[in-house]
């Protein structure tokens, strides 16, 4: 190979020839122009509808559910009756929970996916849903009446993040000690799960299980509400945080020196996920693997660079009505723990994911 | 706001990037210390040093992508810290050694990454930021390229489209991290003739280089580090000797000159006649 003082600046390769596709903007004058991904945005219509079928289905299905035809009037000016009943009481919360719950998750499972640039990180993995659970033990059973247990798992999940917090040396600005602080967090509130139950009689046992398995039974308007608000507040946020946080997927350097500030944008981004997480966590308890899965998903249905937070979002209620409904029409009956069905499905996922991590050779 | 001019740097007042009293250590690790140098406007300027010399380190210091914990760098005599992170951005760009390609992401939107310090909330992509991806994509050779996934292009290419990023930034100053590493020898001379063809177009230009004869061929401005400290620097023609490049990177040799650019050329001495 000759060094020439001049060469062409193209290589050989470089000439196949693609169509050039712009992608679209919205514009209104020169003070607003936001760009879109018209897959993006088909993907999410149809998740969209989804989410509204699932709901029309979870109201109206099985020998308690409201016929169709009803729907619009039950809705519109509620009568006293059995109606009205499923509606504001058994089905009703439990589903605007599980849409809530479900967005909160996938959001929350997409910023940590992104900022840890791991498929593997979620809320759970550095110890949100192990620290709830021992929250709910510790005031549920260990020291009953201080606390109601949906609380006692809010503080469990705050002290475990506080520890990974103070463990890691350096706050949430270092993903990887974020993670190994995180396992040994979780384990140490998996341990003291473990000796409250060798400390209470079988039957409130049986009780916390359910609990810290994730279950969506029994929630009234006041769980649908707190989620709510977490996911208005906090989602657009995410939003927000999502351009710089698009940068930090490049790389640190790269993302300074854009203006992008990493340290900063990772630290409120892991904020903002465990605001979310721990909003979903107070109102069902510790659901696992929704958050891990929605935006894995997500992605490879976009197909398309960045968080996804909006589609993650979506995906992550269509998994948790899609379970629910499963729960509600299942032959165990309606107080089933959803977390267990979840669990269960994700964890045949999460072997997937790492099969083909070890295949790709990146673990 | 949109007066970025569309060629940044030609006529543009010239770009005063320094740094005085540099202290710079990775946690306890001092790499860098009591270091001045000031970037000369409209050069190429080419660092170079035997490894750990700290000329990476430097760059990112420069870049402030590495916080000095001694001294300060500062850009119009102001410092770095006294500026808005964005708005720096919009007068100095960087491509550090490896960046990371984000899954799934095509040419096109990673160039578009590119304009973010030049965004805002609601303007998230306007007329002018189509505009200088564009011109981006095309000064590198890439706009062929521009649908292409970013995983599945050669290391040439990546590293073009790469730079495209870091020019649709549309800044003055440009810093490059050892451009050429990973690049089989074609590619990298490439690479090369597009920073000289960026330097002619009327950029500031700091490039870490590993390849001394490349860096001598290329460079309008050369400097040389060892051990942290700057031990030489000028024109390549007036400071490369076969004494500095023994005392610098240990190794006997005789320059002579390229026949090619006629800059100084270091050939190593037969192992015979040592």
Redesign the interface.
Known sequence: ?S?????P???P???????????P?VRVG??????YRRRSVVVGGILAVGVLLLALLTLTLGTLGIPLTELPAAIASPKPGRTEFVLNVLRGPRLVTAIGTGAALGVAGALFQTVT?NPLGSPDVIGLGAGASAGAACFGLLLPGILPVPAGALVGALVAMGLVWLGTGRGFSSPGRMILVGIAVSAMAVAFVQYVMTRVNQQEATTLAAYISGTLADRDWGDATEIWVAVIVLVPFAL?LG?RL??V??????A??????SSLTRTLVVLVAIGLGTAAVAATGPISFVALTAPQVA?RLA????AGILLSALFGAVILMAADLLVQQSPFGAQLPVGLLTAMVGGVYLGYLLLREWKKGTI | M?AAPSAPAIGAAPSSLTATGLRLAYDDRVIVDGLDFAVPAGELTVIIGPNACGKSTLL?AL???LEPSAGQVSLDGKPLSSY???????R?????Q????????TV??LV???R??H?G???????S??AACDRAMES?????????QVAEL?G??RQRAWIAMALA?ETELL?LDEPTTFLD???Q??VL??AA?LHREGRTLVVVLHDLNQAARYATHLVVMKEGAIVAQGAPGEIVTAQLVDEVFGLPCQIIDDP??HTPMVVPLAAVAR
């Open positions: 190979m060094a020439e003082g001049s060469r600046g193209i290589a390769d470089a000439a196949l020839s693609s169509t050039a596709t712009r992608r903007v020169s003070w607003l122009s936001l760009p640039r927000l351009r698009d940068l997927e490049m790389g640190d350097d790269v300074d020196s854009l203006g992008g500030r992605r197909k398309a660079p960045g | 949109s990112k870049a402030r992508t808005r992170s964005k708005d720096i951005a919009k100095l760009g960087m491509l550090p490896s960046p990371i390609a984000p899954e799934a992401i096109r939107d578009g990454r590119g973010f310090p965004q909330v609601f303007r998230q992509w306007s007329v930021d189509e590198t050779g890439v706009a062929e390229l521009a649908d292409r050669s040439g290419q930034q810093l020898i074609a590619h001379y490439e003739e597009l063809r090619q650019s």
